[in-house]
């Protein structure tokens, strides 16, 4: 029975009462218990649009997106209200101005020059809602801030980061824009890159409500792709008339002839000397032995000032040197060694970075060196149980494999944490800091870099001095491998189907194929060391995902159609499937060495795996080196094409279309989003057009054929259609002549078999 009809039946039920009792009432009664039922539905109807509004806005929740500001150093208000100031700066006249070009401000300055500080302070305060409340006048003001974080995580350093922070927040403070941009869309669901882009511009472009945003994103440059790519990102957001956009980034060409208006960008290092002087005399003052030493020798009173002069714009150098002079003063040191202090500190961030790790102890030399060259090649930031796994690899290299499935939680580590605690600092000094919050994966107390400044060093500066610190063989990416296979035993799952256990399996999985690849590619080995390793993280999830039917890799997302191109599983996946789109070329050779027969599986061929790579994972994370965009692994369809694939295999659970066929159908989807800018953004790229291009020479060397037999194609599309739509005219009649010479070479063998 309905609400409406319980409604009903206690309304029948209160007359009846009435009537017995006071007839003469009834009919009155009658009337306001009619109002009351639809005042009940009403209340009824509000009461599920708010939980429908409160489901959505939670499943857009992701707590690592607030990390990063709760990181950024608390905004000394006295010595940045220098951004209100008229005469300094046009912020303020920008905030409330309604010109509606005026959509953009940014902020540059030097990495550590305080301008994530700077944008924490202007997002929130009162001054900044003040004049925008002026801009938006009677329209509702929601503003939105994201800080991009390049050491973070997946979701601290993505597009898919920024959109889905920007649009929770949005609707947080404007749920009314749920049902109007948010369509039939269920609390429940995983928000995908696409629609939470689509539901943002639809929030852009929504006329029904008289709404204005400001949204505060700094970093620009931190952001994990290409520069163009953050700044046509944000593009379709500034044209909206009712969204002003305020940005920070470091110097970058790119940014500077995108944002050349200069009345509404400036360099912060040319307002922040006095917010240094302040900084460094206050810091000093709350330190008793210094106040005593000021009073004695009034030389002191200059430091400030030097500090700041010296700082060149850069509060993180402020900060360091401001922190020695208080140890300095704690050990009783006189103005004399202050002075010295200030004056040898290094001028350049780097020279202090490597000071400090050329002042580790030697015993931790070698420690120190495993431990930095692991978190520059990891992908995100891991928590400070995977670190004590390092010592473990030492004593026995085969640890990882050996180890037994057995969850691990916070409660068995809490008096472990203090002593895992100390072994980072001792190796790594300060450069490395070790949080007490949650990872966003598993445990808690993430170890991230002091500065995003120190991974860059490391990474870019001293890289290979790490490398030739170590005196016994060490390889970073067989340990993050070995690292993620540990993690994964240890998880505590109570159901492999939840959300959030599939999202720690998938994510940790994902982390360490990218790490197997890695090890295969930058080794000139043919074999690889991580067989024993990947076998037992197909043994491991298979034991996770032991209570469902189908094999564990099925549970992973499903791949959303693009086009015509379409991606059907039919519960056939496997792990050594999984291995190939995983590019593990090195590691699919040595099963099929042991194993001929794994070659021939139901559904998808191995082949179409290799052809196309595309997977889906709750966090999105990159498989390759930087920005080498090439998914295509030519030396994995040789392997595959020499084992005997055959391209010209139909693929039942695609109508029959052969693998040929489909391999051509995800290309011509590809130059469609490339052209639409739908599906995937930049899907081909030069680099992916010329893997695809070995690949169809390859395919065609095999027999794939282009005569009447070809079919699957739809109406509109001819084989050599899409072979010059995609490599151009001249690359497409070579690829003709090659299919052209095969089938004179089969009509020939085929004529002498004939005549035989």
């Excluded at 929130?124 to 509702?140: F, Q, V």
Aim: charged share 25%; hydrophobic share 40%; with cysteine.
């Amino acid at each position: 029975m309905g609400y409406n009809a319980n409604v009903d039946v206690l309304r029948n039920e209160v007359i009846a009462l009435a009537v017995q009792s006071r007839p003469k009432e009834a009919e009155l009664q009658v009337a306001q218990l009619d109002s009351l039922k639809e005042k009940l539905l009403s209340l009824e109807t509000e009461h599920f649009v708010c939980l429908r509004q409160a489901q959505v806005v939670q499943s857009l929740y992701v707590p690592v997106l607030r990390k990063r500001w709760n990181e950024i150093s608390k905004p000394d208000y006295a010595s940045e209200d220098w951004l209100f100031d008229p005469q300094s700066t046009s912020f303020t006249q920008w905030l409330e101005s309604q010109d509606t070009a005026d959509g953009w401000f940014c902020i540059t300055g030097r990495a550590g020059s305080g301008k994530s500080t700077l944008m924490k302070f202007a997002s929130g305060d009162p001054r900044t809602i003040e004049s925008l409340k002026r801009w938006a006048a009677s329209a509702k003001l929601c503003t939105a801030s994201y800080y991009f974080w390049n050491q973070g995580y997946e979701m601290q350093n993505s597009q898919h980061g920024l959109f889905q922070s920007l649009l929770y927040q949005v609707l947080k403070a404007a749920p009314a824009l749920i049902p109007i941009v948010c369509l039939e869309r269920f609390g429940h669901e995983e928000w995908e890159i696409d629609e939470v882009e689509a539901t943002l511009r639809r929030v852009a472009t929504q006329e029904e409500l008289d709404v204005k945003f400001c949204f505060f994103i700094d970093g620009l440059d931190e952001y994990d792709g290409a520069e163009e790519e953050v700044v046509e990102m944000l593009k379709f957001l500034s044209t909206s008339e009712h969204i002003k956009i305020c940005v920070s980034t470091r110097p970058r060409s790119v940014f500077e002839d995108f944002f050349q208006k200069e009345t509404r960008t400036f360099e912060i290092s040319n307002f922040t000397k006095a917010g240094m002087r302040q900084h460094v005399h206050q810091r000093l003052l709350r330190n008793e032995k210094f106040q005593r030493l000021a009073s004695q020798d009034p030389r002191c009173e200059t430091l400030d000032t030097v500090i700041a002069d010296l700082a060149q714009g850069v509060w993180l150098w402020v900060f360091l040197v401001t922190r020695e002079l208080v140890q300095a003063v704690n050990r009783n040191e006189g103005f004399n060694m202050l002075w010295k202090t200030v004056h040898q500190f290094p001028s350049d961030l780097e020279a202090y970075f490597e000071r400090i790790i050329k002042a580790v102890r030697p015993q931790y030399l070698e420690e120190m060196s495993q431990i930095f060259l692991v978190t520059v090649d990891e992908l995100q930031p891991l928590p400070l149980f995977a670190f004590s796994q390092l010592e473990r690899e030492r004593s026995n290299p085969d640890y990882a494999v050996e180890a037994p499935i057995q969850p691990v939680r916070d409660s068995d580590l809490s008096e472990q944490y203090p002593t895992m605690k100390s072994l980072i600092q001792n190796r790594c000094s300060d450069l490395l800091v070790v949080g007490t919050d949650q990872h966003p994966v598993f445990l808690s107390h993430p170890v991230d870099f002091l500065h995003l400044t120190v991974r860059e060093f490391l990474q870019d500066r001293y890289y290979e001095q790490l490398q030739a610190n170590l005196k016994t063989e060490f390889n970073s990416m067989v340990s993050l491998s070995k690292i993620m296979l540990v993690l994964l035993k240890s998880l505590d799952l109570k159901n492999f189907r939840d959300p959030k256990s599939l999202t720690q399996v998938i994510g940790l999985t994902d982390e360490l194929l990218y790490y197997a690849y890695e090890t295969e590619k930058r080794s000139t080995s043919p074999d690889t060391p991580l067989v024993a390793v990947l076998d037992e993280l197909n043994r491991v999830n298979s034991h996770h995902a032991r209570d469902i039917k189908n094999h564990w890799t099925q549970a992973r997302d499903p791949l959303g159609i693009r086009g015509d191109d379409e991606y059907h599983e039919g519960g056939n996946c496997t792990f050594l499937a999984l291995a190939v789109q995983a590019r593990l070329v090195k590691y699919v050779r040595a099963k099929l060495d042991a194993n001929p027969s794994m070659m021939h599986k139901r559904g998808r061929p191995l082949l179409d795996y290799a052809l196309r790579p595309r997977r889906s994972t709750p966090i999105r994370m990159p498989y390759h080196s930087q920005r080498d965009d090439t998914s295509v692994e030519i030396a994995m369809v040789r392997l595959l094409l020499e084992r005997g694939a055959d391209p010209n295999q139909p693929v039942y659970l695609n109508d029959g279309k052969t693998v040929w066929i489909l391999f051509l159908i995800s290309l011509h989807a590809s130059k469609v989003a490339d052209q639409t800018g739908g599906f995937d953004r930049a899907t081909l790229t030069s680099s992916l057009k010329n893997a695809c291009y070995q690949a169809c020479e390859l395919l065609i060397r095999y027999g794939a054929r282009n005569d009447s037999s070809v079919r699957g194609l739809p109406p509109t599309l001819t084989v050599r259609g899409i072979l010059e739509a995609v490599f151009g005219s001249s690359r497409a009649d070579a690829l003709e002549e090659q299919m052209g010479e095969k089938t004179r070479e089969a009509q020939q063998a085929k004529g002498a078999c004939a005549l035989m």
